[in-house]
């Protein structure tokens, strides 16, 4: 069965500074996808970026990078230059080729972000 | 282009009462997929939909139904609510079978 690990709780990053959020996966497929949401206090989850299996590169999407080793399965966030208004609540997903639309997610990590 | 919207934002309901919740998805998203979110089971997968199809079901009881309409909105009706089942509803749309999915601002059920 698919799982996200998440170990860390809670965050503390000052701003300007860089963070990276942990997450390791475990699925017996070899083809699936893993994604980062944002959370903040309001609710909504807000797509941050996406890293395909079979992708060679790293994915990018502005100040979020997604480290992402397949033989370690980790696929770490690394934000870049934090802000204020990055101080939420973020997890970690995976997609399997064979569960169509459903998510599996982590228990999430809380950041927050320090003038 | 407008996002996924749902309604109501904020539901109070009693034990054995039932509930229906809405999901529009973005224009052109065929897929709807319904997830629910506390504190103690974090988020958890309910359902997905795609052209009226429900493709996927999580591992909920049958009082947890949705269905999906011919323009892409969806519905979830849970029926004889328990105080277990508050929580944040989260409903997720994309357009294509497997593209990434967007989230609605969700709908905070509330059980006494």
């Known amino acids: 069965a698919q799982k996200i690990t998440q170990t860390q709780p809670g965050m503390f990053v000052q701003e300007k500074e860089a963070v990276t959020l942990d997450c390791t996966y475990d699925?017996?497929?070899?083809?699936?996808?893993l994604f980062w949401y944002k959370q903040p206090s309001s609710g909504e989850m807000i797509f941050l970026i996406y890293?395909?299996?079979?992708?060679?590169q790293n994915a990018t999407e502005g100040r979020y990078s997604l480290n992402f080793q397949k033989a370690r399965k980790s696929a770490n966030l690394v934000i870049s230059a934090s802000q204020l208004g990055d101080s939420a609540m973020y997890f970690c997903?995976?997609?399997?080729?064979?569960?169509?639309?459903?998510?599996?997610f982590g228990t999430g990590t809380r950041l927050l972000v320090s003038p | 282009k407008a996002g996924v919207t749902q309604t109501p934002r904020y539901l109070i309901k009693t034990r054995g009462q039932q509930v229906t919740l809405s999901c529009s998805p973005i224009?052109?998203?065929?897929?709807v997929s319904w997830y629910q979110q506390t504190p103690g089971q974090g988020l958890q997968f309910l359902f997905e939909?795609?052209?009226?199809?429900?493709?996927n079901k999580g591992n909920f009881p049958g009082r947890f139904s949705g269905r999906q309409f011919s323009n892409s909105r969806s519905e979830m009706n849970v029926s004889t609510l328990e105080l277990g089942d508050s929580a944040l509803y989260l409903c997720?749309?994309?357009?294509?079978?497997?593209?990434?999915?967007?989230f609605g601002p969700g709908t905070r059920l509330t059980v006494l």
């Open positions: 997720a749309s994309s357009n294509r079978g497997r593209d990434t999915q967007y």
């Open positions: 699925t017996s497929d070899q083809s699936y996808g």
């Open positions: 890293q395909g299996s079979y992708d060679e």
């Open positions: 997903a995976m997609r399997e080729i064979t569960g169509f639309q459903k998510l599996v």
């Open positions: 224009s052109g998203h065929r897929s």
């Open positions: 939909y795609f052209s009226e199809t429900q493709r």
